[in-house]
């Protein structure tokens, strides 16, 4: 029997030690969840041998870095990690008594149907079950027998608040952390909008989504076309990548703020990603384009305008784009910009949120291992759509 010693915060022992079948544990950035809950899993699966356990995660390409954070750390502390396998492949980590654990994400819900589990740990619940039929259709049934832990921070009242009404759930904040330090929350009042910090820091359920966007349903409609129409003003923005992140490409007509054009792609080089800007230029005939002009894509502004094309340089630094997003943010409170339903889009706009930087400041940015390219495409589109053609530079962004 392997006896593992292991402090557990108090406060967070109460939630650990919980025999309930189903625990909901909603609590702020950096409370220690993720790591306690995985020891939690472990124990359970290494006291009871031959039984099986579910881990699901956002992503999928997350899963191996949570072995290799989390679980190869502690198995290896506990000294069995040499005598455990994981399968990369397949992601199952079989333990030396004969218990496993599945690695499942909610990007690929299809990989984890079919299967009966003993014990399970829902992490990153706010992300995960922004959609209902994560948990309806593919996870209550594998876990309706299953000791579960939903554990995350909120985002809106999505189906993660909706299992917290019904189950015991227990409410962790910044200030229970000794993860955070009194100047650092207070940094992060003074940095973060009111209803993100109660939020993010507080692991407080806020009405309506809760997110850096809202009323993006109301947004959404219009259709994406191929070719202009006539007598109208179209605008265009351009968020630079080549190789992991996208380069997106928008296009928006001035007079009604509606995206009409839409191009996302990767892995493309510089020339053939100039001569694909330049023909969707002419095309539509664009009155102005803004372009990402920082770092590599400062060369591709240079080359494009000595195409004669109308291009707006933008060059991204903290505060640039802190201005950028709250100026997308502001236009969509106020239903002031629409775009058609793209799916890419939409998740990045939902999921999109604040990231804590090392030295305690915040950014905005997609959760880690996901994009945030549309979503700057579209707020670069915006800040054109603003500016009417002019030619302001990032010192006259207005901030919100």
Request: charged share 25%.
């Amino acid at each position: 029997m392997i006896i593992y010693k292991h402090k557990i915060p108090l406060f967070l022992k109460e939630a650990i030690q919980d025999e309930s079948q189903v625990v909901c544990v909603k609590a702020g950035r950096r409370t220690g969840k993720t790591y306690n809950f995985v020891i939690w899993l472990l124990v359970k699966l290494l006291a009871n041998n031959n039984t099986s356990g579910l881990w699901v995660d956002t992503r999928h390409s997350n899963l191996d870095k949570y072995i290799e954070r989390y679980f190869k750390p502690i198995l290896t502390s506990m000294g069995i990690w040499g005598q455990c396998s994981y399968n990369q492949q397949k992601k199952i980590l079989t333990l030396n008594n004969g218990s496993y654990i599945d690695f499942a994400s909610a990007e690929r819900p299809e990989n984890m149907e079919g299967f009966g589990y003993d014990y399970a740990v829902l992490n990153e619940a706010g992300i995960i079950l922004k959609k209902s039929g994560i948990w309806d259709n593919t996870i209550y049934p594998m876990v309706k027998q299953a000791q579960t832990r939903i554990i995350g921070t909120p985002k809106g009242k999505n189906k993660f608040h909706q299992l917290a009404t019904m189950f015991k759930t227990y409410t962790f904040t910044c200030y229970d952390s000794p993860f955070w330090t009194e100047e650092e929350i207070e940094r992060a009042k003074t940095e973060m909008p009111q209803e993100v910090f109660r939020q993010e820091m507080l692991a407080e359920f806020i009405d309506g989504d809760g997110s850096v966007f809202r009323n993006i349903q109301q947004c959404i409609g219009g259709e994406l076309l191929s070719k202009p129409k006539d007598n109208a003003t179209y605008f265009m923005a351009v968020d630079l990548a080549k190789h992991s992140d996208f380069t997106v490409i928008t296009i928006g007509d001035y007079e009604s703020k509606q995206l009409v054009y839409f191009d996302r792609f990767n892995q493309i080089d510089w020339g053939l990603q100039k001569t694909r800007i330049k023909d969707i230029y002419t095309r539509f005939n664009v009155h102005q384009c803004v372009i990402d002009a920082t770092g590599v894509g400062d060369p591709i502004y240079d080359d494009l305008i000595n195409n004669n094309m109308n291009v707006v340089p933008f060059k991204f630094t903290s505060s640039s784009k802190q201005a950028l997003i709250s100026g997308l943010s502001v236009a969509m409170d106020n239903i002031m910009i629409k775009f058609p339903y793209i799916a890419t889009l939409v998740n990045e706009l939902e999921i999109f949120g604040y990231e804590q930087r090392r030295d305690g400041s915040f950014r905005y940015s997609a959760p880690e291992g996901y994009h945030d390219d549309c979503v700057i495409s579209l707020a670069l589109l915006n800040h054109a759509f603003k500016q009417g053609g002019g030619s302001a530079t990032v010192e006259d962004i207005e901030f919100f």
